[in-house]
């Protein structure tokens, strides 16, 4: 059975940080390109960030230069290190990997 739990969501002041975990099991997690998505109330769901399984990463232009996608193959895990956030990356975050979701992590930005 594969599972995708999200951690470390919460809640931050515009110009905070946070940083969002995916442990993955039931895959090989090593050999898969994994995403973070995020969707916001009343808007569809979007790609925030991806990264293949050799370390390549692809950024939404709107948080270029602020998020970070990095992965632990060794610890099955997927990470998304945000910076200067803003009241707009107000989101639920999921990860995701081949057609495999997780249940969200909820990111609140206060202004």
């Known amino acids: 059975q594969v599972r995708l739990v999200e951690s470390g969501g919460g809640w931050v002041q515009a110009g905070g940080s946070l940083r969002v975990s995916c442990t993955v099991s039931g895959i090989i997690f090593s050999s898969n390109a994994m995403g973070w998505y995020r969707q916001a109330p009343g808007k569809q769901r979007e790609l925030v960030a991806r990264?293949?399984?050799?370390?390549?990463?692809i950024y939404a232009d709107s948080v270029k230069g602020r998020f970070n996608i990095s992965r632990d193959n060794a610890k099955k895990t997927l990470y998304l290190q945000m910076n200067s956030l803003r009241p707009e990356d107000t989101a639920i975050y999921y990860c995701?990997?081949?057609?495999?979701w997780g249940q969200g992590t909820q990111v609140t930005v206060s202004s």
């Open positions: 995701q990997t081949v057609n495999f």
């Open positions: 990264i293949t399984n050799t370390g390549s990463t």
